[in-house]
């Protein structure tokens, strides 16, 4: 469900609610409040009649007066921004995986990835166990497993020491007896 937060716009509020949306809408006039609700929420958006908050999903309306029907097509186009932008990053522990620019993203620090790389991660992040080298070869490089090749291993290897170099992170790919696995353990300060 989309929820749309009016933060200190109590007139926005009352004419807001007026209107039947498909998405629910929440008053707030305290941070503290507001803070504590988006921490449950994935969908949202905040309107505001002044920059408050430094969030990507914050909409400041200060060309006033407004056309309703403007007004409903910009949420909705903030809307579908942040589901692009949300199907768009990958959360891995302290990093964001950005799989439109290939970014591996922590603490305003960015590693360009190769789009293997970035498969290569994915992959792995969604397995709860450790994946061999012939499942790696066959779901990520589409390789037949008879081949004899040391592709993933020369991959995997590159790719730990590029993250190893930028963010002092041995341990973001762990290599275990049976395969490879992404530490699930928040790693990096």
Do not use: C
């Not at 609610?17 to 409040?33: A, L, M, P």
């Not at 060309?63 to 589901?83: A, H, R, S, V, Y």
């Not at 190769?114 to 969604?126: A, D, G, H, Q, R």
């Amino acid at each position: 469900m989309q929820n749309l937060l009016i933060y200190k716009f109590n007139s926005l509020y009352h004419i807001l609610e007026e209107v039947d949306f498909n998405f629910k809408i929440n008053f707030f006039d305290n941070e503290n409040s507001l803070n504590k609700k988006i921490k449950n929420l994935d969908n949202y958006l905040i309107l505001s009649n002044k920059k408050y908050l430094n969030s990507n999903n914050f909409i400041v309306l200060n060309n006033l007066p407004i056309n309703i029907f403007k007004l409903i097509e910009k949420i909705n186009i903030e809307f579908i921004k942040l589901q692009f932008s949300n199907q768009s990053e990958v959360k891995l522990n302290d990093y964001t995986i950005n799989l439109n620019s290939r970014e591996m993203i922590a603490f305003d620090t960015k590693l360009k990835l190769t789009e293997k790389e970035i498969n290569t991660i994915i992959y792995l992040s969604k397995s709860s166990k450790p994946v061999d080298t012939d499942e790696l070869q066959k779901k990520v490089w589409s390789y037949k497993t008879d081949i004899e090749t040391h592709t993933v291993e020369t991959h995997i290897y590159r790719l730990r020491k590029k993250i190893l170099d930028v963010f002092n992170d041995s341990k973001f790919i762990m290599s275990k007896k049976n395969g490879y696995q992404i530490n699930k353990d928040k790693l990096i300060s």
